[in-house]
C-alpha cells in the first residue's frame, strides 16, 4: 500500500531552526516534493528530491534517504509568516501523479 | 502570479443539483490533476488528465466526471450533489516528470 507519515503539529520560535520529517512507503518511487499550504489557500511548491542527499534553497533545506524512506524539510531563520502547513508528496506510479502526506502544521512564535 | 485558474472560489448549493467546477491554465501543460481535501487532512487524487481525450479516475472514488476536450480546460462535473460532496477541491498541472505541481487557488464548496 501506500503510506505517508509526517508529525501533525509543531511549534518553533522566530528566528530558529525546525526540522519536519516525512517517512513513506510507497510501490514505486519516483522523486519527493514539499509542498508549504497556509490556511485556505493552495499549496505551493518549495523543493524535490529525486536523489539521496540535501538540496538547499535559501532558508530552506530538504534532504532525502531513499533507502530508509525518509525525507526532513529544514526552514531556517523562521518568520512568522511560515506559519503553515507542509506537504510531504511523493510521486510513484506514472503520469507524474503524487501521493500526499496529511501535512504538518508548523505554529512559529515570537 | 497564478497562471491556473479555478472558479468558483466558493459555492453553496442544495442537495441534487447539477454542477461544474470550471479549471484552466494558461501554460500549456499536459498534465491536470483534480484533488479533494477536507480541512486537515491530506489531499486525495480524484482525477487526472496527460492529455487531450485521456483522463483516468485517481486513488479516492468519486462520484463526479472530467473532461478534456482542450489542454487548457479541465472540468469537474457533478451530477447530482450530496452533502457528503462538502470539500475543498483543487485543480494543478504539470509540465513534465522532473516538475511539481501548480495549484489552483481551489473551490470550496458546501453541499446543505
Known amino acids: 500500500g501506500q503510506n505517508i507519515d509526517q508529525p501533525t503539529e509543531m511549534t518553533a520560535t522566530e528566528g530558529a531552526i525546525v526540522q519536519i520529517n516525512c517517512t513513506y512507503q510507497?510501490?514505486?518511487?519516483?522523486?519527493l516534493f514539499w509542498y508549504q499550504q497556509h490556511a485556505g489557500e493552495a499549496p505551493t511548491f518549495l523543493s524535490y528530491n529525486v536523489l539521496d542527499g540535501l538540496e538547499e534553497k535559501g532558508r530552506f533545506s530538504s534532504f532525502l534517504s531513499r533507502s530508509k524512506g525518509y525525507s526532513y524539510l529544514l526552514l531556517k531563520e523562521l518568520q512568522m509568516k511560515d506559519s503553515a502547513s507542509y506537504l510531504c508528496?511523493?510521486?510513484?506510479?506514472?503520469?507524474?501523479?503524487?501521493?500526499f502526506g496529511a501535512g504538518t502544521r508548523l505554529a512559529v512564535h515570537p | 502570479e497564478a497562471d491556473i485558474y479555478q472558479t468558483p472560489r466558493y459555492l453553496v448549493i442544495g442537495t441534487g443539483k447539477k454542477i461544474t467546477l470550471e479549471c484552466s491554465q494558461t501554460?500549456?501543460?499536459?498534465?491536470m490533476y483534480w484533488y479533494q481535501q477536507d480541512p486537515g487532512m491530506e489531499l486525495h487524487l480524484i482525477h487526472y488528465?496527460?492529455?487531450?481525450?485521456?483522463?483516468e479516475k485517481g486513488d479516492l472514488s468519486s462520484e463526479s466526471t472530467v473532461s478534456r476536450i482542450r489542454t487548457e480546460h479541465f472540468p469537474l462535473t457533478l451530477e447530482s450533489a450530496r452533502p457528503s460532496h462538502t470539500s475543498q477541491y483543487l485543480c494543478a498541472s504539470s509540465e513534465s516528470v522532473n516538475y511539481g505541481y501548480t495549484f489552483g487557488s481551489g473551490t470550496r464548496l458546501t453541499v446543505v
Open positions: 488528465s496527460y492529455g487531450v481525450n485521456s483522463t
Open positions: 508528496a511523493v510521486r510513484a506510479g506514472g503520469y507524474n501523479k503524487l501521493i
Open positions: 510507497t510501490s514505486g518511487f519516483n522523486g
Open positions: 501554460m500549456g501543460h499536459d498534465k
